[in-house]
């Protein structure tokens, strides 16, 4: 009973810091460029993590580990997490973690029509109807004349975010390379940090170092210490003493915790358009996972093991 406990505090700790992480990423990148903000966070997180299991005597990957790792960084982090880090810039932090969450739903359509691997029940395809809906109530107003016109941008490029990652996802479900799962993820986010390091030296579009402002140097800490390491170490607890479907949770609760830490922090506009869109597609994306699992395809795992 005890272990259930602990176990509930710490989904409640995995959904809060998961959901603030969106906020505190939207905070940071208002005082320095999106990609050299990821960049640093991505090399703190990875240094932690590899350092972790170079300590317990973890081996270097191989020549083949390595290629295969380049690919998934490229994949799972510059383009999903950079690109989404930047996509903040133009809109709100409450609808880039719903866009987020629509991740179950691309996975349902890629492996359908790509690779033929499941049948699509009547469940599944309200879920996808209830998640394109929840976006359409959100998406009604003029966006051109509401928001800007670089609001259609930063939604494409978070949805652009959102598919590469479960593109990765798939990829890992499917692929036989033999490395730990958190080692792996720690060398994905060292090679992303070198990755978009380059791209922001490159393009001349950096803060020095020594002129990146406190708040920003405490959101990317916030984000290493809280999101990268703490709330992982409690959805991993959570997971060993919940049930699935309990622990898996913390996906719905994400994007609600950013839409109203958002809008109490950033006074970002919250509108019945916006509640009633969130809870259409979260209910999609509930019906979809609820599928996926229920058909026991394996990237449900995988979305729950790098949710991050």
Same mark, same amino acid.
């Given at each position: 009973?005890?272990?259930?406990?602990?176990?509930?505090?710490?989904?409640? *700790? $995995?959904?809060?810091?998961?959901?603030?992480?969106?906020?505190?990423?939207?905070?940071?990148?208002?005082?320095? !460029?999106?990609?050299?903000?990821?960049?640093?966070?991505?090399?703190?997180?990875? =240094?932690? &993590?590899?350092?972790?299991?170079?300590?317990?005597?973890?081996?270097? !990957? $191989?020549?083949?580990?390595?290629?295969?790792?380049?690919?998934?960084?490229?994949?799972?982090?510059?383009? =999903?997490?950079?690109?989404?880090?930047?996509?903040?810039?133009?809109?709100?932090?409450?609808?880039?973690?719903?866009?987020?969450?629509?991740?179950?739903?691309? *996975?349902?359509?890629?492996?359908?029509?790509? &690779?033929?691997?499941?049948?699509?029940?009547?469940?599944? @395809?309200?879920?996808?109807?209830?998640?394109?809906?929840?976006?359409?109530? +959100?998406?009604?107003?003029?966006?051109?004349?509401?928001?800007?016109?670089?609001?259609?941008?930063?939604?494409?490029?978070?949805?652009?975010?959102?598919?590469?990652?479960?593109?990765?996802?798939?990829?890992?479900?499917?692929?036989?390379?033999?490395?730990?799962?958190?080692?792996?993820?720690?060398?994905?986010?060292?090679?992303?940090?070198?990755?978009?390091?380059?791209?922001?030296?490159?393009?001349?579009?950096?803060?020095?170092?020594?002129? +990146?402002?406190?708040?920003?140097?405490?959101?990317?800490?916030?984000?290493? @210490?809280?999101? =990268?390491?703490?709330?992982?170490?409690?959805?991993? &607890?959570?997971?060993?003493?919940?049930?699935?479907?309990?622990? =898996?949770?913390?996906?719905?609760?994400?994007?609600?915790?950013?839409?109203? *830490?958002?809008? @109490?922090?950033?006074?970002?506009?919250?509108?019945?358009?916006?509640?009633?869109?969130?809870?259409? $597609?979260?209910?999609?994306?509930?019906?979809?996972?609820?599928?996926?699992?229920?058909?026991?395809? !394996?990237? $449900?795992?995988?979305?729950?093991?790098?949710?991050?």
């Amino acid at each position: 009973m005890a272990h259930q406990n602990k176990a509930y505090f710490a989904l409640a *700790v $995995t959904s809060i810091v998961w959901g603030t992480t969106w906020v505190a990423s939207k905070m940071g990148i208002s005082h320095m !460029p999106a990609f050299e903000l990821a960049s640093i966070r991505q090399f703190l997180g990875g =240094s932690l &993590y590899v350092g972790f299991f170079l300590l317990k005597g973890e081996a270097l !990957p $191989t020549k083949k580990q390595f290629l295969w790792l380049i690919g998934m960084s490229l994949l799972m982090f510059v383009s =999903s997490n950079g690109i989404a880090t930047y996509g903040l810039q133009f809109i709100t932090s409450g609808l880039a973690a719903l866009i987020a969450a629509l991740y179950p739903l691309s *996975v349902v359509l890629i492996e359908r029509y790509y &690779y033929k691997a499941i049948v699509i029940p009547p469940k599944t @395809i309200i879920g996808l109807c209830l998640g394109l809906l929840g976006i359409g109530f +959100i998406f009604y107003k003029d966006s051109l004349t509401i928001h800007g016109s670089h609001y259609i941008l930063g939604v494409s490029l978070s949805l652009l975010a959102m598919i590469t990652w479960s593109i990765g996802s798939i990829i890992i479900s499917r692929t036989k390379v033999k490395i730990n799962a958190y080692n792996s993820i720690g060398w994905q986010m060292l090679i992303s940090a070198l990755i978009m390091a380059c791209i922001t030296i490159i393009s001349g579009d950096y803060v020095p170092l020594n002129q +990146i402002p406190a708040i920003s140097w405490g959101v990317i800490v916030y984000m290493v @210490i809280g999101g =990268s390491v703490f709330a992982f170490i409690s959805f991993i &607890y959570s997971m060993k003493h919940l049930k699935s479907s309990i622990a =898996s949770l913390y996906a719905y609760i994400n994007p609600i915790v950013a839409i109203w *830490v958002g809008s @109490i922090l950033l006074n970002e506009q919250m509108t019945w358009n916006n509640i009633v869109g969130t809870l259409c $597609t979260l209910a999609g994306v509930y019906l979809v996972n609820k599928s996926l699992k229920d058909q026991k395809d !394996p990237v $449900t795992a995988v979305s729950d093991a790098d949710a991050m």
